[in-house]
């Protein structure tokens, strides 16, 4: 069985207002090599909250090595206050990764942790759930204490759900609770979604990941892609050919449609630019 790798955090739900205070720190000289009660002072953060606020940052993309990684850089330049859907949505990229980031995927999503699970397996086929579902699914899938289970998997929905969090994305959206047993009710399938440069940019750096340096690839490749594209934006195929030509008419991507197999080449020089473009142009 798997492990769930779900207590990076503590007790302690996601919020950007202290992960604001984590970036700010990131992006100073010490960055976050500090003592811990020069960090305490810093941040405003308790002692126990400070290490887990960073492992928040860090599985959200913004932190490495204990400085800003680019992506924070960026983040920090455009969107100080971490109030753009562009940085949201950017997040949730990299959160669906779990710890791993954007290293070679697993032979199953699931190996790497509850997060990747519930992103890449569980919500592609179940649009609508009830936390009943997806405690019984990952019950039977991770190795963990029974009883912590449901209590870990309430972060993640929680992180897409609160105001103080990623719910702006729409990405799971909490439609009612039964009165009489109190189980949420949950669905999926209509994300507000970023701009065409943002998911360039995603695009990118899954094609870094799995593609290497090919110039081009066929477009079926893109659309059977194992924690790819269309399940961290939540779309379908179909959505994913609209985005696929307006991220053409940016000047991204060229794709050659005219005979089969169809094509995606690459016109994109350096994924940054493109997420420096997102927010310019959101």
Same mark, same amino acid.
């Given at each position: 069985?798997?492990?769930?790798?779900?207590?990076?955090?503590?007790?302690?739900?996601?919020?950007? $207002? +202290?992960?604001?205070?984590?970036?700010?720190?990131?992006?100073?000289? $010490? @960055?976050?090599?500090?003592?811990?009660?020069?960090?305490?002072?810093?941040?405003?953060?308790?002692?126990?909250?400070?290490?887990?606020?960073?492992? =928040?940052?860090?599985?959200?993309?913004?932190?490495?090595?204990?400085?800003?990684?680019? +992506? @924070?850089?960026? #983040?920090?330049?455009?969107?100080?206050?971490?109030?753009?859907?562009?940085?949201? =949505?950017?997040?949730?990229?990299?959160?669906?990764?779990?710890?791993?980031?954007?290293?070679?995927?697993? +032979?199953?999503?699931?190996? !790497?942790?509850? !997060?990747?699970?519930?992103?890449?397996?569980?919500?592609?086929?179940?649009?609508?759930?009830?936390?009943?579902?997806?405690?019984?699914?990952?019950?039977?899938?991770?190795?963990?204490?029974?009883? $912590?289970?449901?209590?870990?998997?309430?972060?993640?929905?929680?992180?897409?759900?609160?105001?103080?969090?990623?719910?702006?994305?729409?990405?799971? %959206?909490? #439609?009612?609770?039964?009165?009489?047993?109190?189980?949420?009710?949950? *669905?999926?399938?209509?994300?507000?979604?970023?701009?065409?440069?943002?998911?360039?940019?995603?695009?990118?750096?899954? !094609?870094?990941?799995?593609?290497? %340096?090919?110039?081009? &690839?066929?477009?079926?490749?893109?659309?059977?892609?194992?924690?790819?594209?269309?399940? #961290?934006? @939540?779309?379908?195929?179909?959505?994913?050919?609209?985005?696929?030509?307006?991220? +053409?008419?940016? @000047? &991204?991507? *060229?794709?050659?449609?005219? #005979?089969?197999?169809?094509?995606?080449?690459?016109? =994109?020089?350096?994924?940054?630019?493109?997420?420096?473009?997102?927010?310019?142009?959101?």
């Amino acid at each position: 069985m798997a492990k769930l790798q779900l207590h990076f955090n503590g007790t302690f739900p996601f919020k950007k $207002e +202290e992960i604001k205070r984590i970036l700010e720190t990131a992006s100073q000289k $010490e @960055g976050l090599k500090d003592t811990l009660q020069n960090l305490m002072n810093k941040t405003g953060l308790g002692n126990a909250k400070v290490d887990k606020i960073k492992k =928040w940052s860090m599985r959200a993309g913004l932190i490495k090595d204990n400085y800003l990684s680019e +992506e @924070g850089k960026t #983040v920090l330049k455009y969107d100080h206050s971490l109030q753009s859907i562009i940085t949201d =949505w950017l997040m949730h990229f990299y959160l669906s990764f779990g710890s791993q980031g954007l290293n070679k995927i697993p +032979e199953n999503a699931y190996d !790497w942790g509850g !997060w990747t699970y519930f992103i890449y397996n569980f919500l592609p086929q179940n649009l609508t759930f009830s936390k009943d579902n997806l405690d019984e699914k990952c019950l039977n899938l991770f190795q963990e204490k029974r009883e $912590e289970i449901p209590k870990r998997l309430n972060f993640i929905l929680r992180t897409y759900t609160e105001d103080q969090a990623l719910k702006s994305i729409n990405f799971i %959206k909490k #439609v009612n609770s039964n009165k009489k047993t109190k189980i949420d009710q949950y *669905e999926t399938g209509n994300p507000n979604l970023p701009n065409s440069y943002l998911i360039g940019y995603f695009l990118a750096k899954l !094609w870094e990941r799995d593609f290497s %340096k090919e110039t081009s &690839i066929l477009t079926d490749n893109l659309i059977k892609q194992k924690m790819g594209l269309i399940q #961290v934006l @939540g779309i379908n195929s179909e959505d994913l050919q609209t985005h696929l030509n307006n991220i +053409e008419s940016l @000047g &991204i991507i *060229e794709q050659r449609r005219t #005979v089969l197999p169809h094509q995606i080449i690459r016109r =994109w020089h350096d994924p940054l630019t493109l997420l420096e473009k997102a927010y310019d142009n959101n």
